[in-house]
């Protein structure tokens, strides 16, 4: 079935090379007496099988953030883990802290300086790659950070339980961790924290997938006891799990 749902849009893509970025200029009209149609409609006339585009569109998605977390094995090579390591959070638009420099940001136009690959001898100690595409792959290129001691997470969508399972080959130097606002990172997830016995400090706030928050932070600090958890409230938990509880309104008081 999948692949018949295909085969119904492939006449359209056999008319141009250009991929879905040249449908913009094949929807515009001739003239400007022609009844004008947005490259919306375009694809709904062309496109028999919505569904099919909508696979399709996925598909390019998550072929983009594999290419995002691929390995660069030459830079390893010749350079080392730190270096690689560092140049694969700075392509995805993160920042990175060798011990004793100063942050290395891209510009806002996703160029950084090539000066760290001198810092060959030097480890990276801190890692920001909040709101990166980042996910179960993309860990190779930072597992061999051994001296990695801060690395946030915040806002990265493809974060999930998996990931967090591979985070014990940090656990020798991981102190400070940030979990903040990623939306695919439930209890299970959290659970796999249990070896990262040198955490000092951990930010699981405004995780979406933990059903009960309060609960969750209680938990996480028993198994971390050295360790600050920031997050909910331990009371909103409590607050949650009363509100939750039916009331009993089969026997209504009447005056």
């Known amino acids: 079935m999948e692949k018949s749902s295909f085969c119904l849009v492939a006449p359209v893509w056999k008319q141009s090379t250009r991929g879905i970025r040249g449908l913009s200029g094949l929807a515009a009209p001739e003239g400007s007496e022609k009844k004008g149609r947005t490259l919306l409609q375009f694809l709904a006339d062309r496109f028999y099988d919505m569904e099919a585009l909508r696979e399709y569109l996925l598909h390019r998605q998550m072929l983009k953030v594999h290419q995002k977390n691929r390995s660069f094995t030459n830079i390893k090579t010749r350079y080392g883990p730190e ?19 100063e942050w290395i940001r891209p510009s806002g136009r996703g160029r950084f300086s090539l000066e760290f690959l001198k810092l060959q001898a030097v480890p990276v100690e801190a890692i920001d790659a909040s709101g990166c595409a980042i996910n179960y792959t993309g860990l190779d290129n930072l597992l061999p950070l051994k001296e990695l001691r801060s690395l946030w997470l915040q806002r990265c969508p493809h974060v999930d339980d998996w990931c967090l399972s591979r985070l ?5 130097s991981l102190q400070e961790l940030s979990l903040a606002g990623c939306p695919r990172v439930s209890e299970r997830g959290l659970a796999c924290l249990h070896h990262l016995q040198n955490l000092r400090r951990l930010d699981i706030s405004d995780l979406p997938a933990v059903a009960n928050p309060g609960l969750t932070q209680i938990l996480v600090e028993e198994m971390l006891p050295n360790c600050e958890v920031l997050g909910a409230n331990w009371a909103q938990g409590l607050k949650g799990a009363s509100e939750e509880q039916p009331q009993d309104t089969a026997s209504p008081l009447h005056a």
Do not use: R, S
């Not at 270096?83 to 420099?101: D, R």
């Not at 014990?168 to 020798?172: I, K």
């Open 168 to 172: 014990h080959g940090l656990a020798h």
């Open 83 to 101: 270096i690689a390591g560092a140049f694969f959070i700075l392509k995805q638009g993160g920042a990175v802290k060798f011990q004793g420099k």
